[in-house]
């Protein structure tokens, strides 16, 4: 059982250039959500999704996209990478928001 | 004031110690309160999860909610080398539909000394 996999687990950019990070789960879960975590400031979410071709904004969206395809994948564009989006990301998944979510390892991006 | 609260710590304990984990929040409307348990470098994992006040014990872990006083702890028996990580609280209004997201505190880093 996989749980919630993200792709790639390490990764450095340069100021400007773009990339997808990866999020898949094979719960059938319905909620899907990307959080990034900084260094005295906690899980911040970035956008979440409810369900296949649905997803809103969170606290923190500016810099990134989503789509919802489906069920099982959840990516996160980064459209113009910047030195303040160095940080940790994690996606996570459940059955409805507000049931407890399961975490990827993350992915630790640094952006030079 | 922010929802959830936690004390940032760090916090260092010796190895069979008890260990106290709190946070307080200001929304009332809270009733499912979680606890997550993230090691270096990994993603948080769900280690206690409650409905309402009470208490809930899961082997050497007890996790206790008082919603009069909006404050939730955990507690860790017989503290372990293998207990450092951080910890995280959760919480949530409800399970599904509008205000049902999790809303997380920022954790506490918790170091056990052999």
């Known amino acids: 059982n996989a749980g919630v996999t993200q792709t790639p687990k390490f990764q450095v950019l340069k100021t400007g250039q773009s990339m997808t990070l990866q999020c898949a789960q094979d719960m059938n879960h319905e909620y899907m959500s990307w959080y990034r975590q900084d260094p005295g400031m906690g899980l911040r979410l970035i956008h979440y999704?409810?369900?296949?071709?649905?997803?809103d904004q969170g606290e923190v969206p500016n810099g990134y996209n989503v789509s919802r395809s489906t069920t099982e994948d959840f990516p996160l564009r980064l459209l113009s990478a910047a030195p303040s989006q160095t940080s940790v990301y994690f996606c996570?998944?459940?059955?409805?928001?507000?049931?407890?979510?399961?975490f990827g390892d993350g992915t630790r991006l640094s952006i030079l | 004031q922010k929802e959830v609260e936690q004390d940032p710590g760090p916090l260092s304990v010796p190895e069979g110690a008890i260990v106290s984990l709190n946070c307080t929040y200001s929304?009332?409307?809270?009733?499912?309160f979680m606890w997550y348990r993230q090691y270096s470098r990994k993603g948080p994992e769900l280690l206690m999860y409650t409905y309402s006040s009470g208490n809930k014990e899961d082997g050497r872990f007890t996790a206790q909610v008082d919603k009069s006083s909006k404050y939730i702890s955990l507690f860790i028996r017989d503290s372990q080398p293998s207990d450092s990580a951080t910890y995280l609280c959760?919480?949530?209004?409800?399970?599904?539909?509008?205000?049902?997201?999790?809303?997380f505190g920022k954790g506490i880093t918790l170091s056990v000394r052999p």
């Open positions: 929304n009332s409307a809270f009733q499912y």
């Open positions: 999704s409810v369900g296949a071709g649905i997803t």
């Open positions: 996570a998944s459940s059955l409805t928001p507000g049931q407890p979510q399961h």
């Open positions: 959760a919480m949530s209004e409800r399970e599904t539909g509008a205000n049902s997201k999790l809303t």
